[in-house]
């Protein structure tokens, strides 16, 4: 999506900022301590707004016939919202029945206004999770609804129990034209809206604000919206700052929005209408998942990430001796030595696609050792997205470099063709790599990656080095051929640190990772062990495990999918999603929540 900075048009609202946002400046405050907020971990959620269809429309003499009673259509609007797990919501049309139902049927959820603020107010309650987080401030402003009537509408501060991440929240119905034309009034409307996200920003610049409702209007909402603020759509869409000043909004347009601030970042953008929907209103669930980054990772401010994949590489070999730049990564950086991979197969090439999609093998369908001449669709039986979508649909570069043949199925996949279209923003096209080499050498391989990390250097860059696997295969792990093999590599990946660390565009700002899509070892060793090893800004010199106590170091066990899980090599992907501060990969299986953490806690000295 594009980033913008708000605009001097803002200016002409200024004069609304204090009507707007007077009722801040005494706010009712219900605060709650977080015992012990994780200032590692990014901050997710589900973000809705669901014009639930008033309970007046449906009642005896009601415009809107063939609809059940409000009281049951919220039973089922409950459940559509509970299935579609949303745990934040911006509600209009919420009459006094439709509240109390709502109330009973989800005794977790806590809801601002109360009844006691009366059925003006509560109209566009904003309901949110108590489980997930607490009401910080809960207040008011004011905008115009029909013929111009000032009325009441939300604003709340919540902060999530977990991260302690604090985030404003706003919803609003402005007015549609069945009592006449209303355009000057949704106008208005969005005027003061827009002043109050700016003045929210402008008195909290780190806290995220979030914009929900019903606005009655399109392009003429969203193309306003988006240039008086910083807002941008949860569906996405392209808004350009002067002199270029284009407008599109994600298509379909609807006029119910999710919308917030740069610091949000959203995915999975869904516009619910199946038969449990149509039945409790007329509008659909738009929900959308929202992902903050956490504390930490904002502190790293990480902008590029480089990932080496060194193929046959058991854990035992990674010593100051055999690897002297691997041993050096362990020194300075984060790291274990006893990661896995996928439980399915232990082969390079279904373990890579783990690593790059955040699947497992059964998820991915790749479990064949070679390339086919097909794609990774073919294998799933369905698209697969990978970190590579994630980036390039995101505005940034990604680039692949591959010592291994077989790596031709993984530019194959996402390639002009059979890459999927571009779902955030400004549309970069179906070709997720920018720029991709795949070779049976690895000196080609290496050198070319480090000519564009030297000219151009990617946001993503993936490296394979395929030289211990292939000398494992023609003679066998730990034989001169294949310890002449490792050495190459291990010089290859200094080589390539030595560029990240000259480079003025990556020096102190990337993160590398490294680790292995196989050992090489034969299938009847009793388990097989990779490295992981981590290095870049905030990344202290500390074992993975200690980081994330989540995850259990399974020793010299053989592991399965059950019980608690080993660090395994396909946590990768969303590693790089949240160090990049970006969403986490679609339908991933590992460290989807983005979790797994390698840097430093900024709040402990």
């Not at 609007?77 to 949303?86: D, F, G, L, N």
């Not at 969303?574 to 991933?588: E, Y």
């Amino acid at each position: 999506m594009s980033r913008r900075r708000p605009t001097l048009l803002s200016a002409v609202v200024a004069v609304i900022t204090l009507t707007a946002s007077a009722a801040l400046l005494a706010p009712t405050a219900a605060t709650a301590a977080v015992a012990s907020p994780d200032a590692t971990a990014p901050t997710t959620f589900r973000v809705a707004t669901f014009n639930v269809l008033g309970f007046g429309h449906t009642e005896p003499g009601g415009d809107r016939k063939g609809y059940a009673d409000g009281r049951k259509r919220m039973v089922w609007a409950a459940r559509a919202i509970t299935e579609s797990a949303v745990d934040l919501v911006g509600f209009q049309e919420f009459e006094p029945p439709q509240y109390a139902t709502f109330a009973r049927r989800m005794p977790t959820w806590g809801m601002w206004p109360t009844a006691a603020q009366g059925t003006q107010a509560t109209q566009n309650t904003i309901a949110w999770d108590e489980r997930a987080w607490t009401a910080v401030v809960t207040t008011t402003y004011r905008s115009p609804y029909f013929h111009g009537k000032m009325q009441l509408r939300p604003l709340v501060q919540l902060r999530n129990n977990r991260t302690g991440q604090l985030v404003w929240v706003l919803n609003t119905h402005n007015p549609a034209d069945v009592g006449g034309p209303a355009q000057k009034w949704r106008d208005r409307s969005e005027q003061i809206q827009a002043a109050l996200v700016n003045d929210l920003r402008r008195r909290q610049p780190h806290v995220p604000v979030i914009l929900t409702g019903d606005m009655n209007d399109r392009d003429k909402f969203y193309c306003p919206m988006t240039y008086l603020t910083e807002l941008e759509s949860a569906s996405g869409g392209v808004h350009g700052n002067p002199p270029d000043g284009s407008c599109t909004p994600a298509t379909p347009v609807l006029i119910d929005w999710v919308m917030g601030t740069g610091d949000i970042a959203f995915s999975g953008y869904t516009s619910r209408r199946d038969t449990l929907v149509k039945k409790a209103s007329d509008h659909p669930l738009v929900y959308a998942a929202a992902s903050i980054a956490s504390q930490a990772a904002r502190a790293a401010n990480v902008r590029r990430v480089v990932v080496i994949d060194v193929e046959g590489l058991p854990s035992r070999y990674v010593s100051a001796r055999r690897t002297p730049a691997l041993a050096h990564l362990r020194k300075t950086g984060a790291s274990t030595l006893n990661a896995r991979g996928s439980v399915e197969s232990r082969a390079s090439l279904p373990n890579t696609v783990s690593i790059l999609t955040g699947r497992t093998v059964a998820r991915h369908g790749v479990r064949r050792n070679k390339d086919t001449g097909s794609t990774i669709r073919a294998a799933a039986g369905q698209y697969v997205s990978s970190v590579f979508d994630v980036a390039h649909d995101l505005g940034l570069t990604t680039s692949l470099y591959s010592g291994d043949p077989r790596a031709g199925l993984l530019v194959r996949s996402w390639n002009a063709r059979h890459g999927a279209a571009d779902p955030y923003g400004r549309d970069n096209g179906r070709r997720k790599l920018s720029a991709a080499v795949v070779s049976s050498r690895d000196s080609v391989a290496s050198a070319a990656a480090r000519k564009r990390l030297a000219t151009r250097p990617s946001g993503l860059t993936f490296v394979q080095l395929s030289g211990p696997a292939q000398a494992a295969k023609e003679s066998r792990v730990g034989s001169r051929q294949y310890l002449r093999a490792l050495r190459a590599a291990d010089l290859r990946v200094r080589k390539i640190l030595r560029q990240v660390n000259r480079g003025s565009r990556t020096k102190g700002s990337t993160l590398v990772i490294v680790t292995s899509s196989t050992t090489a070892l034969p299938a009847s060793s009793r388990y097989h062990a990779l490295p992981l090893l981590v290095h870049g800004p905030r990344v202290p010199h500390a074992g993975l495990y200690s980081l994330n106590r989540g995850y259990q170091d399974p020793g010299t066990r053989r592991t399965t999918y059950s019980g608690k899980q080993p660090i395994r090599t396909g946590v990768v992907a969303n590693l790089v999603t949240s160090a990049l501060r970006l969403p986490q990969v679609p339908r991933s299986g590992f460290d989807s929540r983005q979790t797994f953490n390698v840097f430093v806690d900024p709040t402990r000295r």
